[in-house]
């Protein structure tokens, strides 16, 4: 479980290292100095950026540039808000951060892979290193919120025996330790978001993406897991969360990032400024 939900729910970290760590991604192929050795995990490189865009341009197959020559830097730790019109480009860029597409030109890193080297049996590691979160939860219907979050480590081969602790902090980060028998139909949409959330905690990701989390909540709702992303953050996890949600956004004071037709038009601490 995570270091950060660790030292949420029980304390600080022992410095020893957890059981249920997850291997970096194993790259085969020659060994070329500095290159991963196969079968090893991919050796972290010493830096800590989150996210790092350089010269970023992503055409889709039927010509829409949807990021032009985009450059950003995400230092680890970061809160920053990623805002604009529909159609500016902001899936296509949490697309490219989960490798979910590819760029068509410049560089992607996510802590510190270069996903255009990454091959695509090392995506579902790099997955588990970052955690998303949707507008509309994207939950199992037929599964309780606990049986929901073990999911996402069951899908990932984690012994069983670690998996209830993980699972179990991961629910007293949210809030939900309570509601953990209860399946997605029984709870509110706040506490169908808070699910989501512990799932894409569980994982100890070192970046969260959070696409219009708020999207489907009432304001009230909307900041306590606003307040939720934030505590995360503090306890050192990146956040990244895509927004239409002004009012969130001027009152938090936090690094915003505009696209407008595939570009960055802003990057700068500040309010929501416009109407998208
Ligand atoms: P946003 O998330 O900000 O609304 P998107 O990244 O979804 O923006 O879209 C950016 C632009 O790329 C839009 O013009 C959209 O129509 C286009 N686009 C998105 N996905 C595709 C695709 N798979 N093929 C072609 N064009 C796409």
Known sequence: MSDAVSRAVAGPPSG???PDQLPAPAAPGPVAPGAPI????????EKRDSVRLEGVTKTYPNGKQALINVDLVIPEGDFIFLVGPSGAGKSTL????VRDETASEGRVEVAGHDL???KKREVPLLRRRIGIVFQDFRLLPRKTVQENVAFALEVTGTPRKLMEPAVERALALVGLTEQARQRPDQLSGGEQQRTAIARAMVHDPRLIIADEPTGNLDPLIS???IQLLLRINEMGTTVMMATHDAEVVTALR???????DGRVVRDEVGGYHREY
């Open 16 to 18: 020893a290292p957890r």
């Open 223 to 225: 900041w306590e897991i």
């Open 38 to 45: 196969p079968g090893q995990p991919l050796p972290l490189p």
């Open 94 to 97: 949490i697309k490219l951060l």
């Open 116 to 118: 255009g080297r990454m």
């Open 254 to 260: 936090r690094r915003v990032v505009a696209l407008e």
